[in-house]
């Protein structure tokens, strides 16, 4: 009776665990996880071969990152925002912190709990006395350090009280902000994660503290990447990619200029992405980021990290991407082919690429569906081609400009609705509204459809590489105009002829503005040297584009050429009848 009631008792509170376990993982997967404040500490010294890093293996038994190797971190608990600490700190307030860390208060914590942190995992205290140094720790004095650091590991003391009762004064002013990274949404604990920096007090000694951390070691960053690499020892990937970074550097002191070097600091938030190396994390600035973020926002790892020639990406309801197989230099992974619509509504093109059979297959069976319109962005062979291939197949209305010169011009697309800047067509349950952008080419328009707010921007803006502007047909001015142009459009997504969708479309406006303003005055400057002897085009080039691989020099000659007619159009440069140019100032 006894043994039967205990077995009732325990198969219950067996059953209650699995309810609470499987109530907790539903709650996983239907609330998303807000990522905790947690703050990390390089800890780095200079030895003879190098710079070298504190490095700990966490225990098996952790709940996140269980025998990894890492740097001294954790959370940021409540009592690290305490009034009573930051009097302690030395050399930074809150106010300086919150505005390294660009957020609006509390930032001083997270220089606390890395300095606590790395007392309580590593042994060693950024702290200095009146003497403005690290604190020494004397062989006699390392019992009564090592009983503080567990006990405010274990919360039964404070590290302000052990701090004002020796008279310490926390070392604020040598933590040095490195980098921020959030966990990947999608896993069960998430930490927003600010990375510092700092040259480990040399009187004291590392050691781990036997619980959270079971080993450490320092190491050169390149070797510990290599042992990685080898499978001898785990690490996450914010660990690699900060070891990568720390590799660079050869020294302590190069490692600190880096880090107080003005430089930009984004979230980096990993995304996984799948393709055929197998699932990968991406950061920000790969190129399949932003889409990745925007197809798989649970983070399953669904949304792929390449483009893959003939696979159809759905992006949205309403929108299809199919690229054509015409990948090279000049069209990157290949051409962009957008699908709109569904079997309702009926499907509309935007770019039907190349005169290739077999794209033009890939169109119709993605479709799914009757192709009702077909729009060009421009007439370059690499985007329109196709279009009287698709017409031939499907009956489609043709849409779009025709260019004013045409030479490198597909001269077989003769559109039967004519497009214009401002015109909005009804089409495939959407509305699309032409946005005339020339510079890369006369007959270059964008198409915004508006219910997403998505710009599909031909060859006016690619992913990985600014455009050729080729005249006579491509003209700078109307290029940098063109850009700033769509500054004023309501936009959230830009779909490029060439690459993944871009986010943050008014930053990358802004970047292309940017980067176009440097190389004009790349220009300046070499006419500038020319002097009164002026220069030619040919003499210009390996100047103005000493950063653009040789075997795309006759290309760029070309976008140097329009750069040259802008400041001609500019009153700021001029052309002798010998095709050789100087600055209008040198005159």
């Not at 995992?121 to 503080?148: C, M, N, P, S, W």
């Not at 698709?390 to 045409?406: I, V």
Request: with cysteine; glycine share 8%.
């Amino acid at each position: 009776m006894g043994a039967s009631l205990s077995g009732e008792v325990t198969d219950s509170r067996a059953r209650h665990r699995r309810l609470a376990q499987t109530w907790s993982l539903k709650q996983h997967m239907s609330t998303p996880v807000v990522p905790r404040p947690a703050a990390t500490l390089i800890l780095i010294r200079d030895a003879d071969a190098g710079l070298e890093v504190l490095m700990a293996r966490r225990t098996q038994l952790a709940e996140f990152a269980g025998g990894a190797y890492v740097f001294p971190g954790g959370a940021v608990d409540a009592a690290d925002h305490s009034a009573e600490l930051a009097a302690l700190c030395s050399g930074l307030d809150d106010a300086a912190a919150s505005q390294r860390l660009g957020i609006e208060r509390g930032a001083l914590a997270y220089w606390v709990a890395a300095i606590r942190e790395s007392f309580e995992e590593a042994g060693l205290l950024l702290a200095h006395g009146e003497d403005g140094d690290f604190i020494r720790i004397a062989e006699h004095e390392q019992a009564t350090f090592d009983a503080a650091r567990r006990a405010i590991a274990a919360g039964e003391a404070s590290l302000h009280a052990f701090a004002q009762a020796r008279a310490l004064r926390l070392a604020t002013d040598r933590v040095h902000y490195f980098s921020h990274w959030i966990t990947q949404a999608g896993r069960p604990r998430r930490y927003d994660t600010r990375f510092f920096l700092a040259q480990a007090p040399r009187h004291q000694q590392s050691s781990h503290d036997g619980s959270e951390l079971v080993h450490h070691i320092w190491i050169a960053p390149a070797e510990a990447l290599e042992r990685h690499r080898r499978g001898e020892i785990s690490m996450m990937f914010p660990t690699m990619k900060t070891l990568e970074a720390l590799s660079q550097l050869r020294t302590v002191q190069a490692a600190i200029d880096y880090a107080r070097s003005p430089r930009p600091m984004p979230a980096m938030e990993p995304r996984l992405g799948t393709g055929r190396e197998g699932k990968k994390l991406l950061v920000p600035g790969d190129y399949a980021y932003a889409e990745i973020g925007k197809l798989d926002p649970e983070q399953k790892g669904t949304a792929a990290y390449e483009i893959t020639p003939g696979v159809a990406v759905r992006l949205s309801e309403r929108v299809r991407r199919l690229t054509a197989p015409n990948a090279g230099a000049m069209t990157g992974p290949g051409t962009n082919t957008y699908l709109i619509g569904n079997a309702d509504t009926g499907i509309a093109v935007i770019d039907p690429g190349p005169p290739d059979e077999r794209h033009i297959e890939a169109i119709i069976a993605a479709a799914q569906a009757p192709i009702r319109w077909i729009l060009c962005t421009h007439t370059h062979m690499d985007h329109s081609p196709g279009a009287g291939l698709l017409k031939a197949r499907t009956g489609a209305a043709t849409y779009g400009m025709l260019a004013s010169h045409p030479a490198n011009q597909d001269t077989s697309y003769a559109p039967e609705v004519l497009s214009r800047d401002g015109d909005v067509y009804p089409l495939a349950g959407c509305t699309l509204r032409v946005v005339h952008t020339p510079g890369h080419a006369s007959n270059q328009i964008c198409i915004l459809l508006e219910e997403e707010r998505m710009l599909f921007t031909g060859d006016h803006i690619m992913q990985g590489s600014t455009v050729v502007v080729n005249p006579p047909d491509g003209n700078m001015s109307e290029y940098f105009a063109s850009l700033r142009r769509l500054l004023d459009e309501p936009l959230d997504w830009l779909a490029p002829g060439h690459g993944f969708l871009m986010a943050r479309p008014h930053e990358a406006v802004e970047r292309l503005l940017v980067h176009r303003r440097a190389r004009e005055n790349k220009v300046v400057n070499a006419l500038r040297e020319a002097g009164a002897s002026e220069a030619s085009v040919a003499q210009l080039l390996p100047v103005v584009y000493d950063d653009t691989p040789v075997h795309l020099h006759k290309m760029a000659a070309r976008s140097l050429l329009a750069h040259l007619q802008k400041l001609a159009a500019d009153g700021r440069a001029a052309c002798t009848d010998a095709g050789r140019w100087m600055l209008t100032e040198i005159r």
